[in-house]
């Protein structure tokens, strides 16, 4: 089956390291904010294409753990613009039926900002949902991989957990990703080839796509051109060609 856009076999989920925001407003000569600004659209506009495309789980990386050595106003830029983003898209959310979700240390947000994520989620939430937008933010994963370590050996001393039943399954329950699948295909913008701290046990079989397109240059056109790529490539998980055909 192929979708209304001619795309033969859609991710289930689709992460993308958004990234070139600051190079697209450098070579404006404009303010780095301008670039997360225009870099919002494209989230907006990639959103509604992967709703379009039937994509059930999108993945946005939207600030590191890394991203807090920034300088503090573009920090707290980022914040207020997360803010209003959320505050202008709302309606569109609950429209599309597009479920809200966040993974990374949420508790780190300025209260503000977290107090509105959190409500426009819940609102999310009730609405119902075909497809999930997750937001991670102030998102490490080697951070949330000693996060979930912490917490398996916190049960085992307590004796509610036995070290015989730590598995893949326990240790992916454990994780801010608990409950959402691994990620089928991840994008990378701006010519960038590295993964940067993002989803490094879940993207164990993860397709990459890298692109030097810059985030806010990635619109409709770009996201489809992604999709197709994977379209046309096989994952063996292991396997032989032979086996897959049988
Ligand atoms: C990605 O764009 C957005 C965030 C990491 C918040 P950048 O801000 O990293 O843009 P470049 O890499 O400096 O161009
Ligand atoms: C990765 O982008 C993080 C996000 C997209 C949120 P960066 O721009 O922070 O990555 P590095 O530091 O260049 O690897
Ligand atoms: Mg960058």
Do not use: C
Not at 159 to 175: A, F, K, Q
């Amino acid at each position: 089956m192929t979708t209304q856009q001619g795309i033969a076999r859609v991710p289930r989920h689709v992460a993308i390291i958004m990234d070139g925001n600051g190079r697209w407003a450098k070579k404006r000569m404009w303010n780095r904010l301008r670039g997360h600004r225009e870099g919002a659209e494209s989230v907006d506009i990639v959103t509604e294409a992967a709703r379009m495309a039937g994509v059930e789980y999108l993945t946005l990386y939207a600030f590191s753990t890394e991203n807090w050595n920034r300088p503090a106003d573009e920090v707290s830029g980022l914040w207020d613009l997360l803010g209003d983003f959320l505050e202008k898209k709302k309606a569109k959310l609950l429209n599309n039926r597009i479920r809200l979700h966040f993974i990374g240390h949420m508790e780190h947000l300025p209260e503000k900002t977290r107090e509105k994520a959190f409500r426009v989620k819940r609102e999310t939430e009730e609405n119902g949902w075909d497809m999930t937008l997750t937001l991670a933010l102030s998102y490490g994963s080697r951070d949330e991989l000693a996060y979930a370590l912490r917490t398996v050996a916190e049960k085992v001393k307590s004796g509610s957990l036995r070290t015989e039943e730590i598995n893949e399954t326990l240790i992916s329950e454990h994780l801010f990703t608990a409950g959402l699948p691994d990620p089928d295909l991840i994008i990378r913008t701006s010519g960038e080839v590295r993964v940067s701290n993002f989803l490094l046990w879940q993207s164990a079989y993860a397709e990459y796509y890298f692109t030097e397109v810059l985030w806010p240059d990635f619109r409709e056109k770009e996201f489809l051109d992604a999709l197709r790529s994977y379209a046309g490539r096989t994952r063996r998980f292991g396997k032989t060609d032979e086996q897959l055909k049988d």
